[in-house]
């Protein structure tokens, strides 16, 4: 059964600050990994999603990388923002694609003035 | 384009009663999936619809069901409340197309109180 960790569990960080949320999967056999944030009783927002043959995707800011061996997957936050301050949740998909999501357990992130 | 819809936001039943939500995908998607959102057990996967067809299914107990229409918008419905089906409910679609196009789209989710 694939099991989907993230850590930290909560991060607090200063504005302007580069960071890693780090993803981690116990079944290398993935079709894709998704990044997804989402707001305090909000729906999920899609950041960026790896394809399994990919290793990293990027999109303004934000950069995930994915390792499939390894099982891991960071997302990278570049010069972070208030805005930014969110519950961040990583999810793959299993072999062969589908829409069957296996989430993580997510990074909650909060960027202080 | 329009995003994913559910209705309604917020819903407060009685243990025992039966409740019925509704996911509209973007259009042109033909995927919609339900999951379940709890602060102990996280986001777990309810079930997905494809072209009218139930193509996965998670591992939930029998009162909990889905369909979906000609027009790819979904319909769950939970039967005999119990207090721990409260939850955020939300719905994702995507066009379920393989290879690249298992991108999903979520709606802002159903808010439901068992009481």
């Known amino acids: 059964k694939q099991e989907v960790t993230q850590i930290p569990a909560a991060l607090s960080v200063p504005e302007g600050e580069n960071l890693v949320l780090n993803c981690s999967f116990t079944?290398?056999?993935?079709?894709?990994l998704q990044w997804f944030r989402q707001d305090p009783g909000k729906g999920l927002t899609s950041l960026l999603l790896?394809?399994?043959?990919?290793r990293e995707q990027t999109s303004g800011r934000l950069n995930a990388s994915l390792d499939k061996s390894s099982g891991r997957s960071t997302l990278y936050i570049a010069a972070s923002q208030p805005g930014d301050s969110a519950t961040y949740l990583c999810?793959?998909?299993?072999?062969?694609?589908?829409?069957?999501?296996?989430f993580g357990t997510g990074t909650q992130l909060k960027v202080e003035l | 384009k329009a995003g994913v819809t559910q209705t309604p936001r917020y819903l407060i039943k009685t243990r025992g009663q039966q409740v019925t939500l509704s996911c509209s995908p973007i259009?042109?998607?033909?995927?919609v999936s339900w999951y379940q959102q709890t602060p102990g057990q996280g986001l777990q996967f309810l079930f997905e619809y494809f072209s009218e067809t139930q193509r996965n299914k998670g591992n939930f107990p029998g009162r909990f069901s889905g369909r979906q229409f000609s027009n790819s918008r979904s319909e769950m419905n939970v039967s005999t409340l119990e207090l721990g089906d409260s939850a955020l409910y939300l719905c994702?679609?995507?066009?379920?197309?393989?290879?690249?196009?298992?991108?999903?789209?979520f709606g802002p989710g159903t808010r439901l109180t068992v009481t």
């Open positions: 999810a793959v998909s299993p072999p062969g694609g589908g829409n069957k999501l296996t």
């Open positions: 079944d290398s056999a993935i079709y894709n």
């Open positions: 994702a679609s995507s066009d379920g197309l393989a290879p690249s196009s298992y991108e999903q789209y």
């Open positions: 259009s042109g998607h033909r995927s």
């Open positions: 790896i394809q399994s043959s990919q």
